[in-house]
């Protein structure tokens, strides 16, 4: 079985030919129609511009269609994967609250299936990946906000309203205004977190232009502003990953996106999470037993490899 995967995000859609050993073709991208923001109250426009996502897909589905059996896709925001709907959240505007799999199976006839994007990461650690043994164990994604998946019992929790996982909601300090946008988990363990800290610690404007390439080159300059900013913003993810552990009983956490291609990453909330653990006073308890850090063993091609196997999962 071949399948035309789309891996869609709120900049562009990748997407590839996949089979079910994990070959790869036919691998590009495109610009992903969306909805202005001074647009986003004109239902007309918003309407207007899903047809144009639609449109989008179906050129690149019959390109390939005599070569594929359906279509995966994995999408930002609330999927019921059961019934192939997109029930809110997400930075798409015109995808939101749309029977996107049974709309695009009637213009292209063939079967689609859909799922949330950081779920299908963790379906393809979970089924392929470094989180293969794990009964209970998750994903943490950090991007622009923080995408998270849970494994619960062997299997990827999607959550009764399909929220499950959704990490970046969660306020990290009980003393601050719950309406404080950064005082959560997606503003404070993000890439967008670790470059707000260097910008305070370098005394630079909020705005000032910076990138996770710009701030691991100051780190391997042994720059003291860089190596600082690194081990809080490592302290402010291994205590969510501890909590997260205490609440879950998780075994394993695969640490994902961008920047976790950094080792230094990876090392500094490994040791972090271990300073943590010893002052929490249970590391002589052998009922508890301390969550692992590992990187994910798929980052761009994650997505997509997790949508093929939610497709595989649903037939």
Request: charged letters at 25%.
């Amino acid at each position: 079985m071949k399948l035309l995967v789309f891996d869609v995000g709120g900049t562009e859609i990748k997407y590839s030919v996949i089979d079910e050993e994990l070959n790869m073709k036919e691998s590009s991208y495109f610009p992903t129609i969306k909805t202005l923001d001074e647009d986003k109250g004109n239902k007309a426009i918003v309407d207007k511009d899903y047809v144009r996502f639609l449109d989008s897909l179906v050129e690149v589905y019959h390109r390939f269609e005599t070569d594929v059996d359906g279509i995966a896709m994995s999408l930002p925001g609330f999927i019921d994967v059961k019934n192939g709907r997109q029930c809110g959240g997400g930075a798409i505007q015109g995808i939101i609250n749309r029977d996107i799999a049974e709309d695009l199976s009637k213009r292209c006839g063939c079967p689609v299936r859909i799922a949330n994007d950081a779920k299908c990461a963790a379906m393809a650690e979970k089924v392929y990946g470094n989180l293969k043994d794990c009964g209970n164990a998750g994903v943490f994604i950090i991007g622009t906000g923080v995408g998270g998946g849970l494994i619960i019992n062997g299997e990827v929790l999607n959550g009764d309203h399909f929220t499950a996982g959704e990490l970046s909601f969660i306020r990290m300090n009980v003393n601050e205004p719950w309406d404080d946008r950064e005082n959560t988990m997606g503003d404070i363990c993000s890439t967008t977190g670790l470059l707000n800290l260097y910008r305070a610690k370098k005394q630079l404007h909020k705005d000032a232009e910076l990138s996770g390439r710009d701030f691991f080159e100051k780190y391997h300059e042994n720059e003291p502003e860089a190596i600082e900013c690194l081990k809080e913003f490592c302290n402010h993810v291994a205590q969510a990953i501890l909590n997260l552990s205490f609440i879950l009983d998780l075994e394993r956490v695969a640490v994902g996106g961008g920047i976790s291609r950094q080792s230094a990453l990876i090392d500094g909330i490994k040791s972090e999470l271990n300073d943590l653990w010893e002052k929490t006073g249970l590391v002589n308890d052998s009922g508890m037993k301390r969550v692992e850090i590992v990187p994910c063993k798929y980052l761009n091609e994650a997505n997509q490899i997790g949508a093929l196997c939610y497709y595989i999962k649903g037939k």
